[in-house]
């Protein structure tokens, strides 16, 4: 099993989860980040600090949103393992919670 970040994450990146993870298995992208499922060992770490509420675990990922579990994995194979904690977006706290980001989603 693995986790998967989600919709939400879009346009906040707030990079909380990136500092706990153990096994660096987070890749960032320039408003995004993804959970590489190849090395997250379910060790829950991650989700409850994530201030967005942007991390599932793959069995509870919302409804509408199973899709991210693909998508984490194609682009954790490209973009760069992050493994400390950077600024969030000046405006993260004006995405949190909006509907229908993955449009905004910059690979």
């Known amino acids: 099993m693995t986790f998967v970040v989600t919709e ?4 906040c990146k707030y990079m909380d989860c990136v500092e706990v993870c153990p096994v660096d298995c987070f890749h960032e992208g320039p408003n ?35 899709h991210f579990l693909e998508l984490n994995k194609e682009l954790s194979a490209t973009w760069p393992v992050i493994t400390e904690k950077g600024d969030h977006p000046a405006d993260a706290e ?4 909006r509907p229908d980001k993955l ?4 690979r």
Do not use: H, M, R
């Not at 004006?94 to 919670?97: C, F, L, V, Y």
């Open 8 to 11: 939400n994450c879009i346009k």
């Open 32 to 66: 995004f980040l993804v959970i590489d499922p190849e090395e997250c060992i379910d060790c829950t770490l991650c989700e409850p600090e994530c201030p967005a509420e942007a991390i599932f675990s793959e069995e509870e990922i919302p409804d509408g949103q199973e």
């Open 94 to 97: 004006e995405w949190d919670g």
């Open 103 to 106: 449009q905004y989603l910059e």
